[in-house]
């Protein structure tokens, strides 16, 4: 799939990347999973457009300067860096790399792999063929690291548990269970002859990997301090703007591409849409679908009269260029390629969205806590 280099407000995101994307290449479902695509069938609208329309009929605007904006600067936790620099630094290793001639101590981030039976019978979520686990961590269930304290790699042991009765599945709650472990190999001290034996250009000593590692969440902290400034200049934005009644043809493309948008995030995670949506938003599929929709379409209304208010509409020279500039930096072979099933009308929206978002950023205050 080729992305773009600037991406713009989450709500607008979610109007406008799937109508865009969708044609860029194969979806993938990256772990195959079979994934529910959507909570009912929906008619095509990808033939209707923003220009089909006067965007000074559906809206009155109010205040869209002048904006005053507070966010959180961006950081990174050392907590979170350095679990990503462990979690790297283990996906490299390799049974030729571990600790074999010890035993287990507390402190020591095993790799191991396991079974957890009930009555005999290997139970749901409990089985793993190979996943990292500290020993002392608490990452598991009171008993499980402690079993296997002392224990030689290579070797297997039965560890007879109790699940709290509090636990989250019921149906372990309070439960023996016996899971039999295989402690595999004992991850070796991080050095820089270790790092260096990754063979990845992009660092060789502990020093270059925290630092690649810190580079890496800054860039995306910086990217959500970004989009945290988009959002709240659209919410305000829309708070000073008064619409009309929205046509439905237009709300219906912006909600079939928040739709489709939303289940490719779902299949990312392994989920169906609905479980998604009411994990990540607290509502039903088709609740949090349509609010994205309907906000969707007000936005780039609203973004379409400041177009035209200030001069920024996209013309068709300008269009051609900025598509070529995508091509480009997404290395299709060539425009009928990069568009795939999409059109051009969409990228004119998109690049008109992104640029008078950026006015109305450059013309506000942001601070920053």
């Not at 909570?39 to 609208?45: K, V």
């Not at 907590?79 to 390799?94: F, K, W």
């Not at 790699?153 to 709650?173: I, K, S, V, W």
């Not at 910086?222 to 703007?241: M, R, V």
Request: with cysteine; glycine share 8%; proline share 2%.
């Amino acid at each position: 799939m080729y992305i773009m280099k600037k991406k713009i407000a989450l709500l607008l995101t979610i109007c406008l990347s799937l109508a865009l994307f969708s044609g860029c290449g194969e979806k993938e479902n990256t772990d195959n999973t079979d994934v529910e695509t959507s909570t009912e069938a929906t008619e095509d609208y990808s033939d209707v457009h923003l220009a089909d329309y006067v965007a000074e009929d559906l809206v009155t605007l109010g205040q869209y300067t002048g904006f005053e904006i507070t966010v959180a600067a961006p950081t990174v936790s050392e907590s979170l860096q350095q679990m990503y620099v462990d979690n790297i630094y283990s996906s490299y290793l390799t049974p030729e790399m571990g600790i074999t001639d010890r035993e287990v101590a507390v402190g020591d981030n095993t790799y191991i792999s396991y079974v957890g039976k009930l009555d005999g019978v290997a139970f749901d979520g409990g089985t793993s063929e190979g996943t990292f686990l500290e020993i002392g961590s608490g990452s598991y269930i009171d008993g499980f690291e402690e079993g296997l304290v002392g224990v030689m790699p290579g070797e297997t042991r039965d560890l007879n548990l109790t699940f709290p009765e509090g636990y989250q599945n019921a149906d372990l709650a309070g439960k023996d269970v016996v899971f039999t472990v295989t402690v595999h190999y004992i991850e070796p001290e991080m050095t820089d002859v270790a790092v260096a034996a990754m063979n990845n250009p992009d660092f060789s000593t502990v020093e270059e990997l925290n630092n690649y590692v810190y580079d890496y969440l800054m860039a995306q902290a910086e990217y959500s301090y970004e989009l945290e400034i988009e959002n709240k200049i659209i919410e305000q934005l829309l708070t000073n703007a008064t619409f009309n009644e929205l046509p439905e043809e237009l709300v219906a493309k912006y909600t079939n591409n928040a739709r489709e948008n939303l289940t490719s995030s779902a299949a990312q995670y392994g989920y169906d849409l609905g479980t998604y949506t009411l994990m990540y938003y607290g509502a039903d599929a088709e609740t949090v679908v349509e609010e994205f929709g309907t906000n969707s379409a007000k936005q780039i209304i609203a973004l379409q009269v400041i177009a035209n208010n200030e001069g920024m509409d996209i013309d068709d020279t300008q269009l051609e260029e900025r598509l070529q500039e995508q091509v480009e930096a997404s290395g299709a072979a060539s425009l009928e390629e990069f568009l795939g099933e999409t059109n051009k009308e969409d990228w004119r929206d998109f690049f008109m969205a992104t640029d008078v978002i950026a006015y109305i950023i450059e013309n506000s205050t942001v601070t920053t806590e």
